[in-house]
């Protein structure tokens, strides 16, 4: 299985940049990634703009899974679950994509086969690479029974 991450903007702090390094390297036990770094829409621009940039990075045949606050929430056992499931089904790439400061337009949501939230609290953008990256490397070690997830 591989990974696709498309996220707007960069990680400039260096310790959430370090954490998800970190998380990355994890994770590349368990899958291949990739990402793509979209550009922060300029004030003159429309979230649609953005949209578009990020539409322009997808695989108009893969799996898309959106994180939106009004996605479905998952426990840690239920996402692996849910992964494993993505698996079995034959699903080879998953492009993940997490929105710019003022969400995703509607023709990306629209485009998603799978909405995921995180949680009902709002994160920066730093932080929810980093929560979604950990997420799923915890989630492949429970699919592999290993004991990080404890």
């Known amino acids: ?5 498309i996220w707007v903007g960069k990680t400039k702090d260096p310790n959430w ?3 998800q390094e970190e ?33 322009s ?8 899974c959106v994180l939106d606050l009004k996605g479905r929430s998952l426990g840690s056992r239920k996402l692996a679950a849910q992964i494993s499931k993505w698996q079995v089904t034959g699903i080879k790439e998953i492009t993940f994509i997490i929105g710019g400061a003022e969400g ?9 086969d799978f909405s995921l939230s995180l949680s009902f609290l709002t ?5 929810a690479r980093v929560i979604l990256l950990e997420q799923l490397y915890r989630a492949f070690t429970i699919i592999k029974g290993f004991p990080y997830q404890k």
């Open 1 to 5: 299985m591989k990974f696709h991450f």
């Open 17 to 19: 940049r370090a954490l």
């Open 23 to 55: 998380y990355l390297q994890r994770l590349s036990h368990f899958v291949k990634y990739s990402i793509s770094e979209i550009k922060d829409k300029a004030p003159h621009e429309t979230v649609e703009s953005e949209g578009e940039r990020i539409l």
């Open 57 to 64: 990075k997808v695989n108009q045949s893969g799996f898309v």
């Open 104 to 112: 995703l337009s509607p023709a990306v949501v629209e485009r998603a």
């Open 123 to 127: 994160f920066t953008h730093d932080m």
